[in-house]
C-alpha cells in the first residue's frame, strides 16, 4: 500500500522558515508529479507548489518568491522550502502525488503550520 509521510510543520514566528518533506512508502513506481496543497480553516484545499520530473512546474501566487519546491523523481521525495512566512500561511499542509500508471492522486495525512503574528 502506498503511504505519503510527511514532517517538518511546526509554529514559527513571522519572517521564519520551516521545511517540509515528503518521502512516499510501499510504491513500486515514480509519481507523475509531486507537490503540496494546504488548506486553512474555513477555506478550501488550495495547491501551493508542484514538481515534474524534478522541475517545479507551479506555484501559487501568494507563495511565490517565498516558497520553493523541491524533489527526487526516482526517490519519489519532496521538499518545500518556506522562508518569510506570514499568518496567513498558516495551514495543514499535505502531501499530494499523481500516478499516470494508475490514474489517481496519493495524499499524506497532513502537517500543522502555524505561524504566529
Known amino acids: 500500500q502506498v503511504q505519503l509521510v510527511e514532517s517538518g510543520g511546526g509554529l514559527v514566528q513571522t519572517g521564519g522558515s520551516l521545511r517540509l518533506s515528503c518521502a512516499a512508502s510501499?510504491?513500486?513506481?515514480?509519481?507523475?508529479?509531486m507537490g503540496w496543497y494546504r488548506q486553512a480553516p474555513g477555506k478550501e484545499r488550495e495547491l501551493v507548489a508542484d514538481i515534474q520530473g524534478g522541475v517545479a512546474t507551479n506555484y501559487a501566487d501568494t507563495v511565490l518568491g517565498r516558497f520553493s519546491v523541491s524533489g527526487d523523481n526516482a526517490k519519489n521525495t519532496v521538499v518545500l522550502q518556506m522562508n518569510s512566512l506570514k499568518p496567513e500561511d498558516t495551514a495543514v499542509y499535505y502531501c499530494?502525488?499523481?500516478?499516470?500508471?494508475?490514474?489517481?492522486?496519493?495524499w499524506g495525512q497532513g502537517t500543522q503550520v502555524t505561524v504566529s503574528s
Open positions: 510501499g510504491a513500486t513506481f515514480t509519481f507523475y508529479k
Open positions: 499530494w502525488a499523481y500516478s499516470d500508471k494508475y490514474g489517481r492522486p496519493y
